[in-house]
């Protein structure tokens, strides 16, 4: 299984980017995907999550009216649309798969991604 994050950067404070991750080497029928970040010194934190039909969602707080998760299972593809980014948004942004229903620990989702740097300047 290979999870292929990209979409990252550099951006000022105010601006957007999206992320998006594709998923390969499996079917990922009834699997939530989810997002997740880690910042220099912290642990690695939920962002976001979406179950298979996209009718479930979760956000963490820090990001709920900023962040907008979707995803395309023709695809296996799950986007992160992030708005109004702020400096503590800068992290390294993980996309993760989990073969069941969803859920936000960290602990439970099963393929990870390796990573995709978003840096905001103020």
């Known amino acids: 299984v290979q999870l292929q994050a990209c979409g990252g950067g550099l951006v000022q404070a105010g601006g957007s980017l999206r992320l998006s991750c594709a998923a390969s080497g499996r079917t990922f029928s ?12 912290k642990e690695r934190e939920f962002v976001a ?6 009718g479930i969602i979760y956000y963490a707080d820090s990001v709920k009216g900023r962040f ?10 799950v986007y992160l649309q992030m708005s ?6 800068t992290a390294v ?3 993760a798969v989990r073969s ?23």
């Open 93 to 95: 942004y993980y996309c």
């Open 30 to 41: 009834n699997s939530a995907m989810g997002w997740f970040r880690q910042a220099p010194g």
């Open 68 to 77: 907008t998760i979707s995803r395309d299972n023709a695809k296996n593809t």
């Open 49 to 54: 999550c979406i179950s298979w039909s996209g």
């Open 100 to 122: 069941a229903s969803i859920a936000t620990p960290t602990s439970v989702y099963d393929y990870w991604g390796q990573g995709t740097q978003v840096t905001v300047s103020s």
């Open 84 to 89: 109004s980014l702020k400096p503590e948004d």
